[in-house]
C-alpha cells in the first residue's frame, strides 16, 4: 500500500463515525438504488445491519496496521458472506456504494487522494474475503 493510504483511511473514517447512523443509511440507499436485487439478502432491522456495518468498518480499519490480525478476520467474514448468499460481483457494487457514501459524508474532505486510498483499501479487503469465499 501507499505510505499515505493507511493515514488517510483512518482520519477520514473518524469523520464519517461521528455520523455513524446518518452514513449507514446512505450506505444502504446507495447500495440498494445501485442493485435492488441486493435487498432481499438484508434481513432483519436496517438500523441494527447500520451499526454492524459501522462496527465492521471502523474495526477492519482500526487494524490496516496489523494485517496478521485483520487478514483472518476477513476471511471469516468472506466465508460467513458467502453462506448468506453474497456473490464476488456483489463486491463491486458495495464498493461503489461505499465510495459513495463516503463522498455524501465526507463532502470537500473526500479529496482524490482520500477516494484513492479508499479505493485502494477496499480492493485489498474485497479481494480477501472473495478469495476465502470461493475456497470455502
Known sequence: ?????IPLVQTSWKKVSA???QASALFY???FAADPSLRPLFKGDMAEQGQKLMHMIGAAV????DLPTLVPILQSLGQRHSGYGVQPAHYQTVGAALLLTLEQGLGDG????VKAAWTEVY??????MVEAAVEA
Do not use: E
Not at 110 to 113: I, L, N, R
Open 1 to 5: 500500500m501507499h505510505p499515505d493510504t
Open 19 to 21: 455520523i455513524a447512523p
Open 29 to 31: 440507499q446507495n447500495l
Open 62 to 65: 482500526n487494524k490496516l496496521n
Open 110 to 113: 473526500f479529496t482524490p487522494a
Open 123 to 128: 480492493g485489498v479487503m474485497a479481494n480477501v
